[in-house]
């Protein structure tokens, strides 16, 4: 969040200072390596900018979905006159994400349930364990690249949260007896 506010105050050096305390070993660190080569871009440290995007481009982070990423690489590489290079990162762009594109354009045009939605995100959702222990993921309605980086945003995690609470109190509910259900409280 530090980092959030001295980039939106356009203090690039400060703001470039607190994403690299983040640790790397941390959930965010993915993000905050991206929204630092945001910060160095803005500081015009375009070697910075493409050093951590070959870091966000690697193998490893292959099923992460940050189309931005390199949108921001192809912009680098136009600030600095290597034209071949930004050709190259707009055909891989095309061709990582336009299949996504269809896909979800698929699914949203066949498909108005919002709760046909919902359950392909907790198929992907009940996955991720499976993908972090390096298993194959069964395939979903929605782009695995898609679904992981919905299931992170705030709103979507806390939702997913309070439904599984209630899930929790409607089993603990189900198993009190009959005795709980006819009381006042269990009639309510």
Known sequence: GKARVLYQKQRWDAAIDAYQDIPRDTEQWHESVFELSWAYFRAAMFRNVLSNLHSLHSPYYEE????????????????????DEM???????????????????TMLRTNDDPGTYFREL??????????RKGKSVNTSMIPFLVARKILKEGDVRHAISYLHKLEAEKRRVETMGRGWASTGAGKY
């Not at 992460?64 to 290597?82: A, D, H, K, M, T």
């Not at 050709?87 to 354009?105: A, C, H, S, T, W």
Request: proline residues 4%; hydrophobic residues 40%; aromatic residues 14%.
């Open 87 to 105: 050709e190259k990162v707009l055909d891989l762009f095309n061709r990582i994400y336009q299949p996504v594109r269809e896909q979800m354009r």
């Open 122 to 131: 907790m198929k992907v959702s009940d996955q991720l364990e499976n993908v």
């Open 64 to 83: 992460f979905y940050n189309p931005e990423s390199l949108i921001l690489r192809g912009v680098v590489y136009l600030y600095i006159c290597r034209f």
